[in-house]
């Protein structure tokens, strides 16, 4: 698993304004450092000893962990926030050890702007039973409901690939500096949280305290990523089955059909502007090109552009705008795309989401 | 030349608890000033505290029919009867005034556009179909065999024409099996205690039909519904004046799903300020 993922994390494309580095965690598993090794990452911390009862048990159905696991878990990410905290890096990707991601995973949540982006997967946390569920929630420990969303509503955006608000997420995550620097931490666990199951996870003491310190919390649905949680889904064949369908080449233009990822942002109108500045999901537009209901300009924007590129646009309201004071008034706004890909569904969402001809 | 400055009229308010609301105090402050400024002075104003509405109603119509209580005064021209939690243009008489006498000369009756308390909110106009209607404003003066009470005008000839009170009552709704009792009930009266109907097969067949489309539970017809189809039968003519949009003023508790409506409503503008419809 460990080669898989770091290959993953190898090819992952970074935004134009950013520099990636790469840091590990050593738990002592001498085979596993070995490999790290040969990936060179800039650090690696040493280990730290773990408890006898700070186990994780994959088993056959699901995972088994116990509070002692999740407190030396959230003590060694809050080492890497420490170290990044005192190396000056302006933001921490966490990437779970057990996921795979496509190329673009990073560039879509750098482009949120969120304080805390979470990528969103799906996974069927029985094997082989239960719908997929996203690893962020709208309520405390693990409510798919919250935030004025119903739950069919979160799940049917995400599963749209938008960017929405959650309250917590995890297991791969960017997460700006600054919001670890206005008191959002892993360790130590929050003390008086309500016993048992979920609220145990270091997730909730991360995602609690991000509340707290009012951090926009995303959840964003755009990236493919597998989850190789139970163990059929960790065998080698799994792993390169799914990495041959992430990894694979995109194309560098947009035909009608497609699902496209945008930025746009307005120019000239102050107001608008200002108040989008806070709103980091408005900005950004998720659809199938075709689908979406653009400006005709953008469109046609989006159809000459290549992923990462940037333009100014010119918007032409029409007299029957739906907001008056638009009508017939010309703005310029700065489109970017993100990315693109062909239509689908993300890993593990299909089987739900698109049952097939042969259904 | 007579104008319709020179129809002597009564507008009432009817209110079940006894009191009215701001929305509607300050509304028929504006009218009473808006008619004194385009003369409109033979206009009684009156607030009437009714318990039952279709009681209040008839005692409306039955002071316009006769002012002073002692027949010393000729019947009013118009009666506009507005309930207490309608809130109405400034110029709502001389509009309705307008197309009663001017432009709809046949009219009897002319409520203003209303919408229905009740989600969806459907309009009080009904034109034949025995249901509320999607119907909107603009849609000028249209014909109707049905409408709400909330607000209209109505010449006293109507009330004249229909005979004594009462003028609104609510009853209970007709149906096939309530027919049938009815006819077996008046033949048992007029026939020494018998319905010969009764020992024809067609009866049994009648009978047994209407019990197969009568609903098992009765329905009541409102007292407004109810005098609309008392006028249908006088052959008076109903009309509603799509273009006078009349409020209707409601308690509203204001809950989560409001913000959330308002919140994403928002969202939808910003986006459409950015170009993505």
Redesign the interface.
């Given at each position: 698993m460990l080669a898989a993922y770091l290959r993953s994390l190898r090819a992952l494309q970074v935004p134009q304004d950013a520099e990636l580095e790469f840091g590990f965690v050593h738990d002592g598993d001498e085979q596993q450092l070995a490999i790290l090794r040969i990936f060179q990452p800039t650090v690696t911390l040493p280990p730290e000893p773990r408890p006898a009862d700070a186990a994780y048990g994959i088993g056959k159905d699901t995972h088994h962990w116990t509070v002692s696991t999740f407190e030396h878990l959230a003590r060694q990410k809050q080492r890497l926030i420490e170290y990044a905290i005192a190396e000056h890096y302006t933001h921490i990707f966490f990437v779970d050890s057990d996921l795979l991601l496509e190329p673009t995973t990073l560039i879509s949540l750098w482009e949120t702007k969120g304080d805390i982006a979470n990528a969103v997967f799906w996974t069927r946390w029985q094997n082989g039973a239960g719908i997929p569920q996203p690893q962020c929630w709208l309520s405390h420990p693990y409510g798919m409901a919250g935030l004025?969303m119903e739950e069919h509503e979160f799940l049917g955006s995400l599963s749209k690939r938008q960017v929405i608000r959650c309250i917590g997420g995890g297991a791969c995550t960017l997460v700006d500096v600054a919001a670890l620097q206005r008191g959002v931490r892993y360790h130590p666990l929050l003390s008086g949280m309500p016993q048992g199951g979920m609220w145990e996870g270091e997730d909730r003491t991360f995602a609690i305290l991000a509340q707290r310190t009012h951090e926009r919390q995303l959840a964003d649905g755009w990236p493919d990523i597998f989850h190789a949680y139970h163990p059929h889904q960790r065998t080698q064949e799994a792993l390169d089955e799914a990495w041959a369908v992430l990894s694979a080449p995109r194309q560098v233009q947009a035909n009608y059909g497609d699902h496209i990822s945008l930025t746009?942002e307005?120019m000239e109108?102050a107001g608008?502007a200002e108040?989008?500045a806070t709103?980091p999901e408005?900005?950004c537009?998720r659809g199938r090109l075709g689908g979406?209901?653009?400006?005709p300009?953008?469109e046609a924007a989006v159809l000459e552009m290549k992923p990462g590129e940037e333009r100014l646009?010119e918007?032409y309201y029409p007299p029957w705008?739906?907001?008056p004071a638009?009508r017939n008034q010309k703005?310029i706004?700065k489109l970017k795309l993100v990315d693109i890909r062909p239509y689908g569904f993300a890993p593990v969402l299909a089987e739900v989401s698109f049952a097939g001809l042969d259904a | 030349m007579s104008t319709i400055a020179d129809l002597r009229g009564y507008v009432a308010t009817i209110s079940l608890t006894g009191s009215v609301t701001p929305q509607y105090s300050s509304c028929l402050m504006n009218m009473a000033r808006y008619n004194d400024r385009v003369g409109l002075h033979k206009v009684e104003y009156k607030i009437n505290h009714g318990v039952l509405v279709e009681s209040a109603r008839d005692a409306i119509v039955a002071h316009a029919l006769d002012p002073r209580g002692d027949r010393s005064e000729a019947p009013y021209d118009w009666v506009l009867q507005i309930d207490a939690d309608a809130t109405f243009p400034e110029n709502l008489l001389h509009l309705l005034l307008d197309e009663a006498y001017i432009h709809r000369k046949d009219a009897g009756v002319i409520g203003t556009y209303a919408q229905h308390k009740n989600h969806p909110h459907l309009p009080t106009i009904d034109t034949g179909t025995g249901t509320w209607e999607e119907h909107y404003p603009g849609e000028g003066t249209i014909p109707v065999i049905r409408t709400g009470c909330h607000c209209f005008l109505a010449k006293t000839g109507v009330f004249m024409k229909m005979g004594p009170a009462p003028w609104f009552r609510t009853r209970i709704a007709q149906n096939p099996l309530r027919a049938m009792r009815e006819v077996d009930g008046h033949a048992r009266r007029h026939l020494a205690g018998q319905n010969p109907l009764r020992d024809h097969p067609e009866w049994a067949t009648l009978l047994e039909a209407a019990r197969q489309h009568s609903p098992l539970a009765e329905s009541t017809v409102g007292e407004d519904s109810s005098f609309f189809d008392r006028c249908r039968s006088h052959g008076i003519p109903v009309y509603v004046a799509t273009d006078i949009v009349t409020g209707h003023v409601t308690n509203k508790v204001i809950q989560p799903a409001d913000f959330v409506d308002a919140l994403r409503k928002s969202r939808t503008m910003q986006r459409a300020a950015l170009g993505v419809y």
């Open positions: 004025g746009i307005p109108d608008l108040s989008l709103k408005l900005r537009v979406l209901e653009l400006a300009e953008l646009v918007l705008h739906s907001l638009y703005r706004v | -």
